[in-house]
């Protein structure tokens, strides 16, 4: 088993940033991918961005991109995003998740372990 913890989220005005971080601990491997997802109320979660394993592969859905950027700690097994640029339409609930290989990581049904989330809300 893994266990993700979310942290970073917050209350933020339009055009500010904030950096979310994802520990795992655990059974982790060296392999894993892992993403983040949003869920806003009455929609779908959906991919916002994924890296490797290695840290050298990243992804990211259309609407966040050069505004968020995903990176990784190996040494300290967390995984941030960073989001600068806010936008109100980025208010979410953000969930991080892996167990899932670099080639499935901008498919949310690919993942094995979520973390709980944390809540991002950007006023106008």
């Known amino acids: 088993q893994v266990q993700l913890v979310e942290s970073g989220g917050g209350l933020v005005q339009a055009g500010g940033s904030l950096r979310l971080a994802c520990a795992a601990s655990g059974r982790t491997h060296i392999s894993y991918a892992t993403g983040w997802f949003r869920q806003a109320p009455g929609k779908e979660r959906e991919f916002v961005a994924a890296v490797s394993g290695s840290g050298g592969i990243t992804r990211y859905e259309d609407s966040v991109k050069g505004r968020f950027t995903i990176s990784r700690d190996g040494d300290k097994n967390t995984v941030y995003l960073q989001m600068n640029g806010l936008k109100p339409e980025d208010t979410a609930v953000y969930y991080c998740?892996?167990?899932?290989?670099?080639?499935?990581?901008?498919?949310?049904?690919?993942?094995?372990?979520w973390g709980q989330g944390t809540q991002v809300t950007v006023s106008s």
């Open positions: 998740a892996t167990g899932t290989s670099a080639q499935a990581m901008t498919m949310k049904r690919s993942y094995v372990y």
